[in-house]
């Protein structure tokens, strides 16, 4: 300060009399002209730096050029002017957000200026390669401002520097800390959206670099470095296929999943260590760090190329299923995990990896955890989404954001798992008693779960098993013929404690009179215990002393056996025949006639299940479309097309998104905590629709709306139609089809048995065909052979002939052989 | 897993004219494929494969970029120059024009790359002038022996090859990491600091990180 206000005092003119600041600023400003000597130029550019954040205006109209040019020329030579002259653009460029708009205007017009001219650009990124420390802090600093303000542009000048990124990458290599922290602030910002310079720096060894950086902190337990580390990791890889082809080639992954102490090449029948599975989360900077590291594995694991079965594909997978569901890691990361598996998950044979699911100790705070019995992926997924994380210990009746998130994310994983027909039907034939039914089929957890008899009062905590299993048995039939007619035959074993304990509301009536003793062990199918359990929960809605929160939670209840009906019974004549004859029509008129309500949920959805259940009742049977048309047209056609359209009105079906799931529980009705208790920052949160059913349903509404229109007597919604008849008969072409198709299947299995031996037999042939050929051919030779022979042997015989008759001419003895008597018979 | 043993990892550079085939001649070395149509946009642009190389038994890990892209940015092009060991310089046999165009490549290259850089030409597409005579067969317009010739007189390694058949495309990187070794081993490079080979231990399966922090700024 005393050195300012001596520059003022020597700034004074001659007179004394005090000047402007906007004169000061211009004297200043000359001083900076080239002609100066240098250290005159240096106490201007000090000067100016202290009086910047009060005159940025008037400094960057008179004294901006004249600051440029010092940079230019004197911030390389002199270590000091460098710095003060670029603290003094840092000043004069900042747009800090908390400022006025005016006072942003002003550090994004003088960041224009700046940037106008390339060259100042080159400058500042050469500075940011110089080795003093005071120059490349200032550097990286001015940079990190005019990146905030004009990314793009400072990216353009960047990928035209002379110095390029060679020199620039070395930053983070510096062992300076504050240094070094300040240089992964600016490649963090560099980067983004810059696929070109993302590629260069990785090419320039950046990924090595920051690992480095990871490493030397200390991992996933380090500081704010090692998430900024791992941020511009994020960044290099996340719309980058080139740099993620790049890392995946590289010896770096494994080292991701040991980051989170998971051991890169554990066996596929190994569990992972229990260091992997229980560590300590208090640390918030702990869990940013993990939370990166598992985003990363999760682009990774996703850009597989070619090799969507290799090793480390499968690792990076297992390792996010094992963090989902079998971790003591923050519910968020776990949701986080869950949500990075692949949508195709062939690749992962949920259902036979084994787990081992860990439990809090009651009380321990987290300090203490039990391990459950090892269990399939598949069976701790629907564990999960049923029951939530850790059974609902730690969360009891409250349904937190987060775990809910979780439970939805879970849902999701099972979602895609099923998406394979074989997959869904092999679980639902699980279901299924067996042909020669010694013994009903267990009950698994999902269908104990869906076919639970609603307890009286009803909890939340009591509904979400059986809301969520309905969304996931949803899944399970949704558009899949052959599923559904398996449903129709699961005859769930009765189960103890349901029996006797059916909530009968009854307005305070007498309780009805229990079901008669046969009858309760007379097992029923799945379709007519929904079909009761629809009724029950209709009517306990109904009933007008349900207090305001557990009538909502009836509601949640009745939405999932709604919309699981409505995706069974579509396009399912015989699933609507036994609906019908369970009182489909007499259970559904009801809420759908109630007057002056504002819920439009469940009367829409039962509007539009009375629709489906008209439009496809296909089959002869007992209720015709003859028999609900009158309904339909006594309750009013308008009416119910009103109702079911209604249901798009329906806030809580509105927020449903392909992501967005779970919604916050609202305000009011958040339970007060008991008297006496802190009053708790509520996060509750809550499910109603999942977007498989709502993406159903506004693909269908219409065709239901324009069905209850149609006369009974014609063939489909639109009869009239071509198209719709068309679709219609094509329809049944296809289910026609498909039954041949299964029919041909079951041949061609058989016949394949026989085709083998066909083929053992060709081979057969064939190798005898050659063998014969061989043989053939030997004795063809042999014949040959010997026909030579023969030829040869007679051409010897008219030799030695000619010989004896020349050697008697001769007069020489010659020996009769048997040869020759011929001959001489001849003769 | 990736603890894959090496004893060097060589960065390569792919430049030449658009659409001589360096998207393709990548795809072909990495994934034994061949796309008869390319999306430029899907940046096929860093491959990499280990070769042996059985005379020196050295394992090494190509790391190969494809330029492509950044045209337009002359520092950032000059940078991967900079940095590799070697190049493969392509040409499509029937384009005299993208041959001729080798030549300013080849400038720029020397311009900015490392003196001991080994570069081959590649004259790619040969399968288009074949002698069956398959359809969509295209004339060659560039004489081998006059490629040949212009490689020599530049100090060049030089090979005519096919990304389609695969002819050649590996033995074109094998000849230049051969080239490569050999300059190693006459210590023509310093391993430390030269730009783009780095030495490795071999069947490193533990997982630190190979220390590439050594090499300093160069030029
Ligand atoms: N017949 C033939 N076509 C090729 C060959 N290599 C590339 N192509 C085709 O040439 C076009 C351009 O190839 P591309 O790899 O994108 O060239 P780049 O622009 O240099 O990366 C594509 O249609 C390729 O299918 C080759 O060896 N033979
Ligand atoms: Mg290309």
């Known amino acids: 300060m005393e050195f300012l206000s001596q520059t003022y005092i020597a700034l004074r003119g001659p007179t004394g009399a ?32 202290g009086l910047a954040r009060d005159h940025k205006a008037d400094i960057g109209e008179r004294a901006l050029p004249g600051l440029l040019d010092v940079l230019q020329n004197d911030a390389e030579i002199d270590a000091d002017i460098g710095k003060a002259v670029l603290e003094t653009l840092n000043v004069l460029c900042e747009a800090e957000d908390g400022a006025s708009a005016a006072a942003r205007e002003l550090g994004f017009k003088h960041t224009d200026q700046v940037l106008a001219d390339e060259k100042a650009a080159h400058k500042i990124f050469a500075l940011v390669g110089e080795q003093s420390f005071y120059l490349r802090f200032a550097a990286l600093q001015y940079l990190a401002t005019v990146l905030q303000n004009r990314r793009q542009v400072v990216q353009g000048h960047f990928l035209k520097a002379p110095a390029g990124p060679t020199s620039f990458i070395v930053i983070l290599d510096d062992k300076r800390e504050i240094i070094r922290n300040e240089g992964l602030y600016v490649v963090k910002s560099l980067i ?117 079965h290799d090793a480390l594909t499968f690792a990076f997978n297992r390792c996010l299923v094992e963090i989902g569901l079998a971790s003591n890691m923050p519910t968020t990361i776990k949701t986080q995990a869950l949500r990075l598996l692949p949508t195709n998950l062939s690749i992962l044979p949920l259902a036979h990896m084994v787990l081992t699911p860990y439990i809090p100790v009651p009380d321990t705070n987290g300090e203490e955890w039990d391990w459950l019995e090892p269990a399939s992926g598949l069976d701790a997924l629907v564990e999960l989404v049923l029951h939530g994380e850790y059974n609902g210990i730690l969360e009891g009746e409250r349904r937190t954001k987060d775990g809910m998130e979780l439970r939805a994310a879970a849902m999701g994983v099972f979602q895609n798992f099923v998406q394979k027909d074989e997959i869904r039907e092999a679980i639902v034939q699980a279901m299924v008693p067996p042909a020669d039914a010694s013994e009903p089929a267990p009950v698994t957890p999902l269908l104990y779960a869906l076919t639970a008899p609603p307890a009286q009062p009803l909890t939340s905590a009591a509904v979400a098993p059986t ?52 009858e309760a062990d007379e097992p029923q199918s799945l379709l007519s215990i929904l079909s009761e359990h ?59 006639n109630q007057t002056a309500d504002t819920d439009v949920a469940i009367p829409g959805l039962c509007a539009f299940l009375l629709g489906v259940c008209y439009e496809f009742n296909r089959e002869p049977g007992e209720i015709t479309r003859s028999t609900i048309y009158p309904i339909l047209t006594r309750l009013g056609l308008d009416m119910l097309a009103g109702r079911i359209t209604h249901l798009r009105d329906d806030d809580r079906f509105k927020a449903v998104g392909p992501d967005t799931v779970v919604l916050p529980y609202p305000g009011v009705l958040a339970p007060h905590p008991a008297a006496g208790a802190p009053k708790q920052e509520t996060d509750e949160a809550e499910v109603w629709f999942d977007w498989a059913f709502v993406d159903f349903w506004k693909s269908n509404y219409h065709t239901i709306e324009k069905a209850i229109a149609t006369d009974p007597n014609s063939l489909s919604a639109s009869a009239g139609q071509d198209t719709a008849m068309m679709v219609a008969s094509l329809r049944d072409v296809i289910r026609n089809q498909a039954s041949e198709i299964e029919a041909l299947q079951a041949q061609l299995k058989s016949l394949s048995a026989t085709a083998q031996e066909r083929e053992t037999l060709h081979e057969q042939i064939a190798s005898l065909s050659t063998e014969l050929q061989e043989a053939q051919e030997k004795s063809r030779e042999v014949e040959k052979e010997q026909e030579d022979l023969l030829v040869l042997l007679d051409e010897l015989n008219v030799k030695r002939r000619r010989d004896k008759a020349r050697m008697r001419e001769a007069g020489l003895d010659v020996s009769e052989d048997e040869g020759d008597e011929g001959d001489e018979d001849e003769e | ?179 490569i070794l050999d300059k190693i081993k006459r210590g023509m490079f310093d391993n430390d600091r030269s730009p783009g080979v780095k030495l490795s231990r071999p069947s490193n399966n533990t997982l630190t990180l190979e220390d590439d922090s050594t090499r300093t700024r160069c030029c």
């Open chain 1, 18 to 49: 005090p000047q402007s600041p906007a004169d000061t600023i211009s004297r200043l400003a000359d001083r900076l002209s080239p002609s100066t000597l240098i250290a005159d130029r240096r106490a201007a550019v000090l000067s100016l730096k």
């Open chain 1, 192 to 308: 983004s959206q810059s696929p070109e310079i993302q590629k260069i720096l990785a090419f320039e060894g950046a990924f090595e670099k920051l690992f480095n950086i990871v490493l030397g902190e200390g991992g996933i337990d380090g500081g704010l470095a090692v998430q900024e580390a791992l941020a511009c990791v994020d960044g290099l890889l996340r719309f980058n296929q080139s740099n993620q082809s790049y890392l995946r080639a590289s010896s770096l992954p494994p080292l991701l999943l040991s980051l989170l102490g998971y051991p890169p090449d554990l066996p596929h029948d190994a569990a992972p260590p229990q260091q992997f599975a229980l560590q300590l989360w208090d640390d918030k900077q702990k869990r940013a760090n993990a939370a990166l590291v598992v985003s990363i594995i999760g682009i990774l694991a996703k850009s597989t190329g070619p090799n969507a």
């Open chain 1, 467 to 518: 809301h969520l299993a309905a969304f996931l048995f949803a899944h399970l039939l949704r558009g899949s013929p052959r599923a559904k007619a398996l449903a129709l035959s699961i005859v769930p074993r009765p189960s103890s404690q349901g029996a006797g304990s059916f909530f009968v509301p009854a307005d305070g009536a007498p309780a009805a009179p229990e079901p008669e003793a046969e």
């Open chain 1, 534 to 592: 629809l009724s029950l929960a209709l009517l306990a809605r109904a009933r007008a002393d349900t207090p305001e929160r557990e009538a909502r939670e009836w509601d949640r209840l009745l939405v999932g056996y709604l919309t699981l009906l409505a995706q069974w019974l579509w396009e399912d004549p015989g699933a609507v025949r036994g609906f019908l004859e369970a009182g489909a029509i007499s259970m559904l008129v009801e809420p759908i």
């Open chain 2, 1 to 179: 897993m990736a603890g894959v043993a090496w004893h060097y990892v060589l960065k390569f550079i792919i430049t030449g004219d658009a659409a001589v085939g360096k998207s393709s001649l990548l795809v072909r070395l990495t994934d034994q494929r061949f796309l008869s149509n390319p999306d430029p946009t899907l940046g096929v642009e860093f491959g990499s494969k280990l070769i042996t190389i059985p005379e020196e038994s050295k394992v090494v890990k190509l790391q190969c970029w494809d330029t492509a892209g950044t045209e337009s940015f002359r520092s950032i092009t000059r940078s991967y120059y900079r940095g590799a060991a070697g190049c493969l310089l392509v040409y499509d046999v029937t384009s005299r024009q993208s041959f001729l165009n080798a030549r300013t490549w080849l400038a720029d290259v020397r311009a900015h790359a490392d003196p001991n850089l080994t570069c081959i030409l590649v004259g790619n597409k040969i399968d288009l002038c074949a002698e069956d005579g398959q359809p969509g067969r295209r004339p060659r317009e560039v004489p081998a022996d006059e490629a040949d010739r212009w490689a020599k007189e530049e100090g060049l390694l030089f090979v005519e090859a096919s990304a389609k058949s695969g002819e050649n495309v590996e033995a074109a990187f094998v000849q230049a990491t051969r080239d």
